[in-house]
């Protein structure tokens, strides 16, 4: 059992969900509309403000990526309206994960933040890395990056007493992951492939309803981060190792720390302590619904936060008038 933290008691659970409210009615303003860098800006600008209003001396040890050219809640950034004096947080946050999502009107976008107490987030250079993810209820050390993704499956599969075959893998559809996709379909496992957005791509392993068993592949380090926050909330095995494609990548990591670049990196690597994860849906997705925009001046939102400490999941419907 994590121990609750009594720093992390004084900022309230249910502010988190107000910080991601605020950026995913910001981005949804922007659905739609073939803008990825305005959809993100004003998600950027709304976390902030709702960030700068809570009592807290947070310092952001996950932002927005280094490859993304939009306005930044950058690296080492302070947020918070009492610094000096208040509770010290380190905070992971994507104010839009799925910055094309929102731009197309597709699903799974949303505003994503995390907080644990000062040195309880891995501080993850903007690199790709390896992911491998459960949900909940697996033996444990069940996925194994060492291992083929023929093994990892059939792991899976022996575990819930079925084929290979019944199980389903969520992998982002990208180039670099055609050799994983044609290993996985030449054992006959289902493969549900995502445009992006791979934090609600780990987490749905969480969730019976979208009858994904494991997600695979390489996504965003930051985003790993992100995702083993909610995982340590909720339950579940998640393994990462950084990926590099040039020395530039290695050093810029060994300037954050990280001396084995080989690593492989558990839930409590990348999360440790108590934890506190908020998502808001941007757009419709597996995981939430997206803002939706009523007749008059009124507007919902669907919301998910989860606390480590008590493995508490709410899930919030807001109701919101637009100004």
């Known amino acids: ?40 800006a004003a998600a950027v600008e709304a976390m902030r403000e709702a960030l700068n209003e809570l009592y807290m001396d947070g310092t952001v040890v996950i932002g927005e990526g280094e490859r993304d050219e939009a306005p930044m809640l950058y690296i080492g950034e302070k947020v918070g309206a009492a610094q000096g004096k208040g509770p010290k947080i380190d905070i992971a946050l994507d104010p839009l994960e799925g910055t094309t999502i929102t731009a197309k009107a597709g699903p799974n976008a949303l505003a994503v933040l995390a907080i644990a107490e000062e040195g309880n987030l891995l501080n993850a250079p903007d690199v790709y890395m390896e992911k491998l993810a459960v949900g909940p209820g697996y033996p444990a050390g069940i996925i194994d990056l060492d291992k083929s993704a023929t093994e990892n ?80 909330c909720v339950g579940g095995q998640f393994k990462g190792r950084l990926l590099f494609r040039n020395d530039d990548e290695k050093s ?55 606390r480590a400490s008590s493995g508490t999941v709410r899930w919030v419907k807001g109701e919101h008038r637009t100004h």
Not at 25 to 31: C, E, N
Not at 172 to 195: F, N, Q, S, T, V
Not at 289 to 306: A, F, H, I, P, Y
């Open 153 to 232: 499956i059939e792991a899976v599969a022996a575990a819930k007493g079925v084929k290979p075959a019944d199980v389903i893998a969520c992998v982002l559809d990208r180039p670099r992951h055609e050799k994983l996709i044609a290993e996985l379909r030449a054992i006959g496992c289902g493969i549900m492939l995502i445009p992006d957005g791979d934090v609600a791509g780990v987490i749905a392993t969480t969730d019976p309803d979208t009858t994904i068993d494991i997600y695979m592949g390489s996504g965003g380090a930051p985003e790993g981060v992100l995702a083993a926050a909610a995982l340590r």
């Open 252 to 306: 810029r990591a060994r300037g954050w720390g990280i001396e084995d670049l080989n690593r492989i990196y558990d839930l409590n690597d990348l999360a440790k302590g108590d934890v506190i994860f908020a998502a808001t849906g941007v757009t419709d997705g597996s995981l939430l619904d997206g803002v939706k925009r009523l007749k008059g001046n009124r507007m919902t939102t669907e919301s998910v936060v989860m």
């Open 1 to 40: 059992m994590v121990a609750a933290s009594q720093i992390l008691d004084r900022v309230l659970v249910l502010e988190m969900v107000r910080v991601t409210e605020a950026a995913a009615i910001a981005a949804s303003k922007m659905i739609g509309r073939g803008d990825e860098k305005a959809a993100d």
